[in-house]
């Protein structure tokens, strides 16, 4: 496997290490902050984390089986375009009819981010 340079920066320095776990296909997002998502509705939820990728790839957000599986919760698809170094954002979605709530305290995985070439 091709090995990809991706430098980032933590707007809280209190926040998470990004990691990529042996064998898993992309980058683990995790919230930073307690968010509750209502029955039948979507937030956005900021990771205050930001990314350089290499030059000639992208990112891109996909979500993660196990909350749609548990919870029926959704994260939309999104890019991390090149030259953007703003705070990540995803956006998830509460198709269930119970409230949840997202706790930074047990490292939540969020989404999953892939990294691609142009």
Known sequence: P?????KYQRFDPNSYTLTVSDGNAGIDLIATTEETLL????????TNIRVQLARGYFGKIYGRSSLAHMYSI??????IDNSYRGNIFVIL????NKKFTVKPVSCQKLTVVIVDSD
Not at 93 to 96: A, E, L, Q
């Open 39 to 46: 029955p039948y509705s979507s937030k956005t939820i900021y």
């Open 93 to 96: 979605f509460n198709m269930g």
């Open 74 to 79: 959704i994260a939309f698809c999104g890019v």
């Open 2 to 6: 091709e090995t990809i340079l991706l």
